[in-house]
């Protein structure tokens, strides 16, 4: 089964470049009102999700909380404790799910992988929700017969 269908294209995610600054990764959160982003490198490869805690940690544990001083910390120097790995176009669909139970989105590459986007788990629950609702409405049209 294609997945396409489901994907929210990059040129439709926010996402930031490896080699960016904790304050423009925290801008863009904050612009955007994530609680994760994707990370790539100026390739266009998918290299990691970043989220807000990996980010929080970053500034208690290594800059003393001084967010000052952590301001200029590059993303590919922050440690993630998330380990989304990004998936080919090609996935089956319940392997996307699968993953989607614990991550908000999951990447998508394509064969060269180079990152394309995100299939969300509100896209995926919104696929299933109208699923349901056309099994629904076959069965309410199959008593009225």
Request: glycine share 4%; aromatic share 8%; hydrophobic share 40%.
């Amino acid at each position: 089964m294609n997945v396409l269908f489901l994907l929210t294209p990059k040129s439709d995610v926010a996402y930031v470049y490896s080699d960016n600054t904790l304050r423009q990764v925290l801008e863009k959160m904050e612009h955007h009102r994530y609680t994760a982003i994707p990370v790539i490198n100026r390739d266009g490869n998918y290299v990691a999700t970043l989220t807000e805690g990996d980010l929080l940690w970053l500034i208690k544990n290594r800059y003393g909380l001084d967010f000052t001083a952590a301001e200029q910390a590059r993303v590919e120097d922050i440690p993630h404790h998330s380990n989304n790995q990004p998936l080919p176009v090609s996935t089956d669909l319940n392997d996307i799910v699968q993953l989607a139970l614990n991550q908000n989105f999951v990447p998508l590459v394509d064969d060269r992988g180079i990152f394309i986007g995100i299939i969300t788990r509100k896209n995926i629950i919104s696929y299933f929700q109208q699923q349901f609702s056309a099994l629904q409405a076959e069965a309410e049209a199959g008593k009225e017969e």
